[in-house]
């Protein structure tokens, strides 16, 4: 982790303006305090970046528009808000007073929010290698997009310092991508906390009815599914990794 955290700070102070990219699902979880902070110490130009905006409906983000300044709504997938993006880069470094044939563009958040596949989408070129897992770029990664004359830098996604021992950061972190369905040991409790979270919307992504008791809905699930153990049992574990695997991949909205 210290060798990351040398990596973003590095990169923060190289940059003409920074991006910090949250997830669209899970805005505030995915606010990094520490890098945001850090970007204002430095006296960065900051765009908060909306990422993976065609997995909701983006009229329920219109109240993010009054409290991060200032923030574009973005998919890496659909192309939305990519030459808007663009536009306010330029705005943001021309208010900076930045006049340079390139402007430098460091782009920051938690693992698996975005940040390599807004690069590509970003450059309209396959540089920055994704994956739906967590903690795919280890190191930063200069793009340059010579068409608009931006250069991207692509950074490892960094846990902010006050979560790395917290207990209940490794619910979040699963939920939000930041550790992958495959690490997580009790896939279980993060699914029960997303239905907590997001009420009817994985029963609705499987057509199942809201039970009173959601593990009683995951039994559902797992029938429907086809996950069972002997007896015919639901196998209440293995749906659950398939379901934060959905999940963490865009698969369930």
Same mark, same amino acid.
């Given at each position: 982790?210290?060798?990351?955290?040398? &990596?973003?700070?590095?990169? &923060?102070?190289?940059?003409?303006?920074?991006?910090?990219?949250?997830?669209?699902?899970?805005?505030?979880?995915?606010?990094?305090?520490?890098?945001?902070?850090?970007?204002?110490?430095?006296?960065?130009?900051? &765009?908060?970046? &909306?990422?993976?905006?065609?997995?909701?409906?983006?009229?329920?983000?219109?109240?993010?528009?009054?409290?991060?300044?200032?923030?574009?709504?973005?998919?890496?997938?659909?192309?939305?808000?990519?030459?808007?993006?663009?536009?306010?880069?330029?705005?943001?470094?021309?208010?900076?007073?930045?006049?340079?044939?390139?402007?430098?563009?460091?782009?920051?958040?938690?693992?698996?929010?975005?940040?390599?596949?807004?690069?590509?989408?970003?450059?309209?070129?396959?540089?920055?290698?994704?994956?739906?897992?967590?903690?795919?770029?280890?190191?930063?990664?200069?793009?340059?997009?010579?068409?608009?004359?931006?250069?991207?830098?692509?950074?490892?996604?960094?846990?902010?310092?006050?979560?790395?021992?917290?207990?209940?950061?490794?619910?979040?972190?699963?939920?939000?991508?930041?550790?992958?369905?495959?690490?997580?040991?009790?896939?279980?409790?993060?699914?029960?906390?997303?239905?907590?979270?997001?009420?009817?919307?994985?029963?609705?992504?499987?057509?199942?009815?809201?039970?009173?008791?959601?593990?009683?809905?995951?039994?559902?699930?797992?029938?429907?599914?086809?996950?069972?153990?002997?007896?015919?049992?639901?196998?209440?574990?293995?749906?659950?990794?398939?379901?934060?695997?959905?999940?963490?991949?865009?698969?369930?909205?």
């Amino acid at each position: 982790m210290g060798k990351f955290w040398t &990596i973003v700070s590095r990169v &923060i102070k190289a940059s003409d303006v920074a991006l910090l990219l949250l997830d669209a699902r899970m805005i505030q979880e995915t606010r990094n305090l520490d890098i945001e902070k850090q970007i204002r110490e430095q006296n960065v130009p900051l &765009i908060y970046t &909306i990422t993976k905006c065609d997995l909701v409906n983006t009229k329920s983000l219109d109240q993010w528009r009054q409290v991060l300044h200032p923030c574009v709504f973005v998919s890496s997938k659909t192309y939305q808000g990519m030459n808007l993006l663009k536009q306010r880069i330029f705005g943001e470094a021309t208010r900076a007073g930045i006049k340079k044939p390139k402007i430098f563009v460091g782009i920051f958040g938690y693992p698996n929010v975005g940040k390599s596949s807004l690069v590509n989408a970003m450059t309209g070129r396959s540089c920055a290698k994704t994956s739906n897992l967590a903690g795919v770029t280890r190191a930063k990664k200069n793009v340059t997009s010579f068409a608009s004359g931006i250069t991207f830098v692509d950074t490892p996604g960094i846990i902010p310092l006050q979560e790395k021992d917290a207990n209940f950061s490794k619910l979040k972190h699963a939920i939000i991508g930041a550790i992958d369905y495959r690490a997580e040991k009790e896939p279980d409790l993060v699914i029960l906390a997303l239905m907590d979270a997001h009420p009817g919307l994985i029963e609705r992504n499987y057509g199942v009815s809201i039970q009173k008791d959601p593990e009683e809905t995951l039994s559902l699930i797992a029938n429907k599914s086809g996950f069972l153990l002997k007896r015919n049992k639901p196998d209440i574990k293995r749906v659950s990794v398939m379901l934060l695997k959905k999940w963490q991949a865009g698969e369930i909205r």
